[in-house]
């Protein structure tokens, strides 16, 4: 799991995510296996070499099988560079279609069972229902791809999710501008905003307790929701986007549920007149640094 996040405003693009990534460790001997969590994966990208004016942020499935997403991401710079490209949404088609492609290759034999299984609907016994929920968890994401495109200095960004039960390959859908959007682990953002997250607005309007109507519902939350800008400056905009993820990496911390957002949170921005910057950026030594720092304060 993760929290990503993504803010368009008219003076560019921010990215951001935290860093940690959840392993399923198969066990040995009988064992039953178990997940592991790693606090040093990279969930934010610059989509090319330096001075690119693309980054995509991730979240969902940590890998595309034997294909990392940092070889993925190279591979679609290189074929970027390769055709005549006219603007962003159309790499943002392009790497739709190429992570569609891989994605597809590597889980080809999950996604076949989980689309069997979903096929057999109330036929469905409790372990095949229980299997559905599992497939369509581990094997779902996402992506959000924000920048600008040739001499366009317009700051666009698009969102993509992909799953095992979808048949064809997963459009683009572009974000409006002066907004942030949050992905993988959103709930603690939608309370804090909104007061209540989504699941929980269902829940509650399934319930059967509920008496009024869903528009009713929704309406009495619109009523004590905070007010958000509909722009922000950039700098405004890097200090949101970092406080939303810190507050779920720490409110994950402290609640019963497991630690599936964590470590060193990345920011990067693209901006109307600056190609791809990093704001915060984890070094490739990180994780030594900080058991050499435990070790030292021990």
Known sequence: MTIAACFLSTEGVVLGADS??????????????????????????????????????????????????????????????????????????????LLWDCYGHSYRDWLARAREVEAKGDARTDEETSELLFGQQALSGGFCLGGRWGSNRRPRAFEVTFGPLMADPPKPKELTLGGASFWGCPNL??????????????????????????????????????GQPSDLPMREAIDWIYASIYTTIKAMKFSHLAPVCGGPIEIAVICSDRPFRWVRHKRLGEAIAAHQFQEDWV
């Open 189 to 226: 953002i939608d309370r804090l905003i909104r007061g209540m997250d989504r699941d929980t607005f269902v829940r509650i309007g399934t319930s059967g307790k509920w008496n009024g109507t869903i528009d009713e519902l929704l309406e009495l939350l619109e009523a004590g929701a905070l």
């Open 20 to 97: 940690t990534s959840t392993m399923f460790v198969a066990g040995r001997g009988g064992q039953r296996g178990s997940q592991h969590h790693f606090d040093y994966a990279q969930k934010v990208f610059e989509v090319g070499g330096p001075g690119s004016t693309v980054g995509m942020a991730l979240w969902g499935i940590g890998s595309l099988g034997d294909t990392s997403y940092r070889t993925l991401i190279a591979g679609i710079a290189d074929e970027a560079g390769k055709k005549d490209l006219k603007s962003l949404d159309e790499v943002a088609q392009l790497t739709a279609a």
